[in-house]
């Protein structure tokens, strides 16, 4: 009888240690994604504190909303980032909801939203995703 309880220890511990470095794998990879995650938190969040801190000038917002058309529609979260960065300046743009006037968004054939249509003299051209301050200003030559 000892010898089978003993065979029955001895086979269970194998698994026991089977089981334990598959713990410990899975908690090495739980560990390395924890990081990961943490990495791209971060690496988010100053990448929005920038774009959020870098608000031009009254004079330069008014020419880019001038020049602009901000095409978006409600429930939109890149929508939603797209006013952030506008900030205190958003009311300043022509925003065309397009889920309230499609026509207008399918005038543009725009992708997706958010869009920017650049009001150009005798061409408009449409441009697709959440844009900075810079971008804006490079794209309407303000």
Request: aromatic fraction near 6%; hydrophobic fraction near 35%; proline fraction near 4%.
């Given at each position: 009888?000892?010898?089978?309880?003993?065979?029955?220890?001895?086979?269970?511990?194998?698994?026991?240690?089977?089981?334990?470095?598959?713990?410990?794998?899975?908690?090495?990879?739980?560990?390395?994604?924890?990081?990961?995650?943490?990495?791209?938190?971060?690496?988010?969040?100053?990448?929005?504190?920038?774009?959020?801190?870098?608000?031009?000038d009254l004079k330069?917002?008014?020419?880019?909303?001038?020049?602009?058309?901000?095409?978006?529609?409600?429930?939109?979260?890149?929508?939603?980032?797209?006013?952030?960065?506008?900030?205190?300046?958003?009311?300043?743009?022509?925003?065309?909801?397009?889920?309230?006037?499609?026509?207008?968004?399918?005038?543009?054939?725009?992708?997706?939203?958010?869009?920017?249509?650049?009001?150009?003299?005798?061409?408009?051209?449409?441009?697709?995703?959440?844009?900075?301050?810079?971008?804006?200003?490079?794209?309407?030559?303000?």
């Amino acid at each position: 009888m000892e010898s089978e309880d003993n065979r029955d220890v001895e086979q269970e511990e194998p698994i026991n240690g089977k089981k334990d470095v598959k713990r410990k794998e899975v908690l090495i990879m739980v560990g390395i994604g924890l990081i990961v995650l943490s990495a791209l938190f971060i690496t988010h969040y100053y990448k929005e504190k920038q774009i959020l801190e870098e608000l031009p000038d009254l004079k330069t917002a008014e020419c880019i909303a001038n020049r602009t058309i901000l095409l978006t529609s409600p429930g939109c979260g890149h929508c939603a980032n797209q006013k952030k960065i506008l900030d205190k300046y958003l009311t300043l743009f022509e925003e065309v909801n397009c889920v309230a006037d499609p026509d207008t968004c399918l005038e543009y054939g725009i992708p997706g939203v958010p869009s920017w249509v650049i009001l150009g003299e005798d061409i408009h051209t449409t441009v697709s995703g959440v844009k900075s301050w810079k971008e804006l200003i490079e794209l309407t030559s303000c």
